[in-house]
């Protein structure tokens, strides 16, 4: 009878585990574009994604940022702004966010960890999958390289970022490389890397709200473009509450929208 009790405990487990786990697209159409679109398991998709940025990207801001070089001091600045809402919040909440250590996620050479993470953080870790791009970091860096910490070369779609190592896991522009499976399954590993406290904050291209498309992809290099509420969905599948939002202000008119998006765990750790 203890064993029969025991494998049934353990099925339960598995079965909770399984749900934790499940992944629900958000409308039909968002199921027939993705299953269109990985009929040979992603490796088309990923794969024209990393040639792009092979053939198409220096290592220098203009750069990683696709020619738009420009937008970077007010990039940053309005950045600074939204965090300093955030650790605001936070403080108000009784949950203070720590400054120990930042996760840049995409970090190319290390724009955003240079211009911004490292004057918040003690130390800021780079995950980037383009090495040649990683590898330019430490020079990019420059005066802000003692905040230099681990450089990872990993796509999102694989990193394991470490278990309860992190305040911030900081990701811009990046995630509509993946498709709306791994951008979830992404999130819910870095619930797992965050420490108490820790938070995800997200930046990036969205739908202007008239457009009733859910995603628009460009063919150039298998990028996906989503809607506020296809965004909102994910970070719902993933476990994250919505602490946050708000748009990129003084942006072009020939731009597509930037919201960024502030996220704890549903479940936060206690202190």
């Not at 079965?15 to 993705?34: D, L, P, R, V």
């Not at 992190?166 to 399954?185: E, G, N, S």
């Not at 003084?250 to 919201?259: A, E, H, K, Q």
Request: charged share 25%.
């Amino acid at each position: 009878m203890a064993a029969a009790a025991q494998a049934e405990t353990q099925g339960g487990v598995a079965q909770a585990q399984a749900a934790t786990e499940a992944f629900t697209h958000f409308s039909a159409k968002t199921a027939a574009f993705w299953a269109k679109e990985l009929t040979d398991g992603g490796k088309e998709w990923y794969g024209k994604a990393e040639n792009w940025w092979v053939n198409n990207s220096p290592a220098t801001i203009d750069g990683v940022l696709g020619g738009y070089g420009k937008v970077d001091p007010e990039d940053v600045k309005q950045s600074a702004r939204f965090w300093e809402e955030v650790q605001k919040m936070r403080l108000a909440a009784g949950v203070p966010v720590g400054r120990g250590r930042c996760l840049d996620g995409g970090a190319g050479i290390g724009r955003v960890s240079r211009n911004l993470l490292s004057h918040i953080f003690d130390t800021v870790d780079l995950v980037e999958g383009n090495r040649r791009l990683l590898e330019a970091a430490p020079e990019f860096m420059d005066e802000r390289r003692s905040h230099l910490g681990e450089l990872i070369c990993e796509t999102l779609q694989d990193v394991v970022p470490a278990e309860g190592l992190y305040d911030c896991i900081w990701v811009q522009w990046v995630v509509i490389y993946l498709t709306d499976a791994d951008f979830v399954r992404f999130l819910r590993r870095c619930v797992r890397g965050l420490r108490p406290g820790g938070m995800i904050v997200i930046k990036e291209n969205v739908l202007e709200t008239s457009d009733l498309k859910d995603l628009v992809k460009d063919e150039d290099d298998s990028s996906v473009t989503r809607s506020q509420p296809l965004m909102k969905h994910i970070f719902q599948q993933a476990g994250l509450e919505l602490v946050l939002e708000r748009s990129q202000e003084n942006w072009g008119s020939d731009m597509l929208p930037v919201w960024m998006y502030a996220l704890k765990p549903l479940k936060e750790q206690s202190q």
